[in-house]
C-alpha cells in the first residue's frame, strides 16, 4: 500500500546563472559578504533560497457552442492551438530579507532588463521547475521559455507595523512556450 504524499513543497526553481545582470551580481557581492548571518556566495545563490512558491499558469478553454435541431445547445471543445489555452503566466514569490534587498535587487536587474538598448536581452534564459517524488527524484520538469518579467509587486512599509511577520512579494514571468519533460533517469 502506498501514502500519498500531502507536500505541495516537492519542486526545485532556481534563477538560472545569467538571469541576474553581472552589474548587479557585482554591485550587490560586498553587501552578502559582510553579513554575518548569510551563507551565500553570490547573488543569484541568494535569490534563489528565498523561492517560497511557484503559481503555475492556468488552462482554460472556451468552447464552441452551436444550436442543434430543436433549440438545443451542444458544445464542441475549441479549434485553438492548445499552447493557446495556457494562462502563458507563472509567478514566482520571493521572501522578503532584511532591508528588503532581495526586493532592491530584484527591481535594479528588472529596470537593467527592461532596457532596451541590450538587443540579445529581449528574454530571460529558459526557467524551470522540477517536481520530486516522495524519494526526491525528478519525475516531470517544466520549461518556461523565453520568458520576460511582467510584473513586480509592491512592497508596504509602515512605521506601525513592528511585529515580526512573514513578508513577500511576487514576480511575475510571461512566456512564450511550455515544454513538458518527463523524466526517466
Not at 475549441?78 to 526586493?103: H, K, Q, W
Request: proline residues 5%.
Amino acid at each position: 500500500m502506498s501514502i500519498i504524499n500531502s507536500n505541495s513543497s516537492n519542486f526545485i526553481f532556481t534563477f538560472p546563472k545569467g538571469f541576474f545582470n553581472p552589474t548587479i551580481e557585482a554591485k550587490y557581492l560586498p553587501y552578502i559578504k559582510r553579513q554575518p548571518d548569510l551563507i551565500w556566495d553570490d547573488v543569484t545563490g541568494l535569490m534563489n533560497s528565498q523561492v517560497q512558491s511557484i503559481s503555475m499558469p492556468s488552462l482554460s478553454m472556451t468552447p464552441v457552442e452551436q444550436v442543434r435541431k430543436g433549440g438545443k445547445m451542444q458544445s464542441y471543445k475549441s479549434a485553438r492551438p492548445v499552447p493557446d489555452y495556457f494562462s502563458n503566466e507563472m509567478t514566482v514569490t520571493m521572501r522578503c530579507l532584511n532591508g528588503y534587498i532581495n526586493y532592491w535587487i530584484f527591481l535594479e536587474n528588472l529596470l537593467m532588463h527592461l532596457d532596451l538598448v541590450d538587443e540579445d536581452g529581449l528574454y530571460f534564459e529558459d526557467l524551470y521547475i522540477r517536481m520530486l517524488n516522495q524519494e526526491g527524484y525528478i519525475v516531470q520538469t517544466v520549461r518556461f521559455q523565453k520568458p520576460t518579467i511582467t510584473n513586480l509587486s509592491e512592497i508596504s512599509l509602515s512605521y506601525s507595523d513592528n511585529n515580526p511577520s512573514f513578508k513577500t512579494f511576487d514576480c511575475t514571468f510571461r512566456y512564450n512556450a511550455l515544454e513538458l519533460i518527463v523524466e526517466n533517469d
